[in-house]
Nanobody
Framework: VQLQACGGGLVQSGGSLRLSCVAS????????MRWYRQDPGKQRELVAT???????TYLDSVKGRFTISRDNAKNTVYLQMNSLKPEDTAVYYC??????????????WGQGTLVTVSS
């Protein structure tokens, strides 16, 4: 199983970006899907989660600006980021709990995509 993230880049403060992350391989089903971020020298933090039924949760600092969603038919999770701020600058990682069969679930990580917000 692999997670492939894309969509990062350089954007001005107030701008928008959309991250995507596709899961591929031996997949029976996917439970929670998440986006994390990590700034150099800081701990990785959980930005947003979407369950397999569509329930979402967010880091307080991104509420109202970021939207996480998923397309179960495409095994894909998205992160729409609006009103970006310089403090959103980080490497963003997707993460998902994936089942190769009905009994066993494992967490997988994508490779990370860099988001840079200039002031």
């Amino acid at each position: 199983v692999q997670l492939q993230a894309c969509g990062g880049g350089l954007v001005q403060s107030g701008g928008s970006l959309r991250l995507s992350c596709v899961a591929s391989g031996n997949i029976f089903s996917i439970d929670d899907m998440r986006w994390y971020r990590q700034d150099p020298g800081k701990q990785r933090e959980l930005v947003a989660t979407v369950t397999n039924t569509g329930t979402t949760t967010y880091l307080d600092s991104v509420k109202g600006r970021f939207t996480i969603s998923r397309d179960n038919a495409k095994n894909t999770v998205y992160l729409q980021m609006n009103s970006l701020k310089p403090e959103d600058t980080a490497v963003y990682y997707c993460n998902a709990d994936i089942r190769a069969n009905v009994m066993f679930s494992r967490a997988y990580w994508g490779q990370g995509t860099l988001v840079t917000v200039s002031s």
